[in-house]
């Protein structure tokens, strides 16, 4: 979930590219739409500074409507202050990215390791 296209588009062939099924959003209410219809996302990326209604408030409104309770949360943004990554852990978020210190085939792989470690933590029967 972006607001700025051109990244949203680039991190949606980069991850398909993967072998992952994506669904892009250009704001939360798309976002919070798909979820409410019965998206289920196993990992959910987000930018925190987004016009209308930015990352805190999805993630305030996931978790009050309890939408895919499950997910992996990571924040894909360019705020770095410790403020914000401490209110993003309060929400259950993983992984806390600063855009432009990473390049999209390491978010691939933080994704890919996220999903590990929760895999490791809640084995399916």
Same mark, same amino acid.
Do not use: W
């Given at each position: 979930?972006? /607001? /700025?296209? $051109?990244?949203?588009?680039?991190? !949606? &062939? #980069?991850?398909?590219?993967? !072998? $992952? +099924?994506?669904?892009?959003?250009?704001?939360?209410? %798309?976002?919070?739409?798909?979820?409410? #219809?019965?998206?289920?996302? /196993? =990992?959910?990326?987000?930018?925190?500074? &987004?016009?209308?209604?930015? !990352? $805190? *408030?999805?993630?305030? +409104?996931?978790? +009050? %409507?309890?939408?895919?309770?499950?997910?992996?949360?990571?924040?894909? +943004?360019?705020?770095?202050?410790?403020?914000? @990554? @401490?209110?993003? %852990? %309060?929400? !259950?978020?993983?992984?806390?990215?600063?855009?432009? *210190?990473?390049?999209? *085939?390491?978010? =691939?792989?933080?994704?890919?390791?996220?999903?590990?470690? *929760?895999? /490791?933590?809640?084995?399916?029967?």
């Amino acid at each position: 979930m972006d /607001d /700025d296209k $051109f990244l949203l588009d680039m991190y !949606g &062939m #980069k991850f398909t590219g993967a !072998g $992952f +099924t994506v669904q892009t959003c250009l704001s939360a209410e %798309e976002a919070l739409d798909a979820l409410r #219809k019965g998206f289920v996302a /196993d =990992v959910i990326l987000f930018d925190l500074v &987004m016009p209308e209604h930015d !990352g $805190f *408030s999805f993630l305030e +409104t996931r978790h +009050t %409507e309890n939408l895919v309770p499950g997910a992996i949360l990571i924040a894909l +943004t360019n705020q770095s202050n410790d403020a914000e @990554k @401490k209110r993003a %852990e %309060e929400f !259950g978020v993983e992984h806390f990215i600063v855009k432009a *210190s990473m390049i999209p *085939s390491e978010v =691939v792989e933080v994704v890919k390791k996220g999903i590990a470690k *929760s895999n /490791d933590r809640n084995p399916k029967a």
